[in-house]
């Protein structure tokens, strides 16, 4: 038996929830992914961008201050890694 490995970028738990929920969905703005993955407004707001910086995700943000919105969105890129996790993840429980 052979282990892929795992990649680091979505082998952790806030970055996972982010991607399977962006991954179901067309978009998210960052209220709705905070409540969805009860992380706090700073976790989330670094992990964003560990994804955008990766080339995951793409956030787009309007406005400023206290009135900003922030959208989030999955790219194929993402959804290529986030497929290919999967696989990895899941060969480590077949036989």
Request: include cysteine; charge should be positive; charged fraction near 20%.
């Amino acid at each position: 038996m052979e282990f892929k490995e795992l990649n680091p970028l979505l082998h952790n738990e806030l970055r996972l929830r982010i991607m399977a929920a962006l991954d179901s969905l067309d978009d998210a703005d960052f209220v709705y992914l905070k409540g969805l993955t009860k992380a706090t407004s700073g976790n989330l707001s670094v992990q964003l961008t560990n994804l955008a910086d990766a080339g995951y995700i793409k956030v787009s943000r309007s406005g400023e201050g206290r009135g900003s919105h922030t959208v989030c969105r999955i790219t194929p890129k993402g959804t290529a890694a986030l497929r290919e996790y999967q696989q990895a993840l899941m060969g480590y429980f077949s036989s």
